[in-house]
């Protein structure tokens, strides 16, 4: 379903870099932040957006491992 897929962590403060029209992503207000606010992540098909060049781009079952960390959950009840 998302062999294609390609996915990218980011500093929160490179959230301003990203061209929306090259990622699955919406805008600013559809991207999920890590539980300290300081990272997030975007995912892409095809080839790697430049803005995304030579960063560490994951596989969907890669992403899922990184997002199950305590860094992403949110444990609140």
Known sequence: MFENRKYVIINASDVSSIDFSLVIEN??????????????FVKFEGDTPDFLSGKTQYTYSEIKAELNKSE???TDD
């Open 72 to 74: 992403w959950v949110n």
């Open 27 to 40: 805008n600013e207000s559809s991207l999920r932040y890590n539980n300290a606010g300081t990272k997030t």
